[in-house]
């Protein structure tokens, strides 16, 4: 009996800090912005190939999702901005970055013309778009009053 305690209690310990570390793992990306692209859009925010005439969000948080390009000279002033807000609002939303560059499907599937554009995605609302460099006074009145009300 004692050699039975003396080998599950270690694997115990050891499994529940491999969850432990695996959950951690999941919020460890709050407060900053997260780069995606194609595979971790469907799976986390919309999958419009699944769903193409509804829309169906995978999200645990309201998000902005930033269309932009390393090229874009207003993506990369807004990039700052984008970054302040992600830590500012870590408990109440999550702040995306999708390379239409390297992503151009999606881009398309969205139809991003202009750039940056930003996607608002409240709970349980449909999203709404946004384009250009928003200030961060305005970025902050709408995840205030359409994201997390």
């Keep these: 009996m004692k050699k039975l305690l003396?080998?599950?209690?270690?694997?115990?310990i050891m499994a529940y800090s491999l969850n432990a570390q695996s959950t951690a793992g999941e919020d460890s990306n709050y407060g900053k912005v997260i780069h995606i692209g194609k595979s971790d859009f469907l799976e986390k925010i919309y999958d419009y190939e699944k769903n193409p005439d509804k829309w169906v969000y995978n999200g645990k948080k309201a998000a902005i999702i930033d269309f932009y390009a390393d090229w874009c000279g207003p993506c990369r002033m807004l990039s700052p901005t984008l970054k302040s807000l992600a830590e500012k609002y870590k408990d109440d939303i999550i702040i995306y970055k999708v390379n239409t560059d390297e992503e151009r499907e999606l881009a398309a599937a969205?139809?991003?013309?202009?750039?940056?554009?930003?996607?608002?995605?409240?709970?349980?609302?449909?999203?709404?778009?946004?384009q250009g460099a928003l200030p961060k006074k305005e970025l902050e009145k709408a995840i205030n009053d359409f994201l997390i009300k």
Excluded: K
Excluded at 6 to 12: E, K, Q, Y
Excluded at 110 to 130: C, K, N, R, Y
């Design 6 to 12: 003396l080998f599950f209690v270690p694997m115990f």
């Design 110 to 130: 969205f139809g991003i013309t202009s750039l940056p554009t930003l996607l608002f995605i409240p709970m349980d609302e449909m999203p709404q778009v946004a």
